[in-house]
């Protein structure tokens, strides 16, 4: 097997089953393992291959001849995903990136590190797209819009021309942002919600139109507001 194709897989809960079935059958990578960390790890094997301590994993899997995904979805905001993606390269591993070959992606669009993007995911021209970012199936990245890293969003989500999206940020089903609006760091847009105007950082928008919470995005996620 090609050491450039071999890609372990931090996680095995539902997202890392689903990332297991799509880079196996939908892309050049070959999946050889799992990566838990030690105080979640239950289990040694997940689909006939090993799953290992996260902490230890390069003794098992080394880092110059595997690739690495991290497959956990919006815990804690984000920031579950965004700790162990950095723990990870750290480790000297390689991030790789899944899009999927139903997605369309615009020729001069671009989609970061550690990225998983879904079936009927459209991104147009001049989009971005940061570092571990989740894009489910369905959604519409509008032109010239950019998408912090570390940022999730679920399905149906329209985010329209020449909007920015913050860092951390999380958007429920069918949410929407209106053209050139600007979502600052960990917001989270509740399903259904359509955001007119520009957010303020940690809020929690929910409505159409979205209007903040009183309740901040960190205490809904109990964090700290480490940014």
């Given at each position: ?202 809020k929690i928008y929910r409505g159409n139109p979205a209007v903040a919470s009183s309740v901040a ?11």
């Amino acid at each position: 097997m090609d050491a450039s194709r071999r890609i372990v897989i931090v996680g095995d809960g539902e997202f890392a089953e689903i990332a297991y079935e799509y880079f196996n059958h939908d892309s050049p990578y070959d999946v050889v393992g799992f990566a838990v960390e030690s105080s979640y790890l239950k289990r040694s094997e997940l689909f006939g291959l090993p799953v290992v301590a996260f902490e230890t994993m390069e003794s098992r899997f080394p880092a110059a001849e595997h690739g690495v995904f991290v497959a956990i979805t919006f815990t804690q905001l984000n920031r579950v995903r965004r700790r162990l993606l950095r723990a990870a390269k750290d480790k000297g591993y390689r991030p790789v990136t899944y899009v999927s070959s139903k997605a369309f992606i615009w020729r001069n669009a671009e989609v970061g590190e550690n990225c998983f993007v879904f079936e009927s995911n459209v991104v147009q021209y001049s989009a971005r797209i940061g570092n571990n970012v989740i894009l489910w199936s369905g959604n519409h990245i509008g032109h010239r819009a950019v998408i912090g890293n570390d940022t999730f969003l679920s399905s149906q989500v329209v985010v329209s021309g020449f909007c920015r999206i913050g860092e951390g940020c999380f958007f429920g089903v069918n949410s929407c942002v209106a053209d050139k609006v600007e979502i600052a760091d960990d917001c989270l847009i509740g399903a259904g919600a359509v955001v007119l105007k520009n957010t303020e950082r940690g809020k929690i928008y929910r409505g159409n139109p979205a209007v903040a919470s009183s309740v901040a995005s960190y205490t809904f996620f109990g964090i700290a507001n480490d940014r």
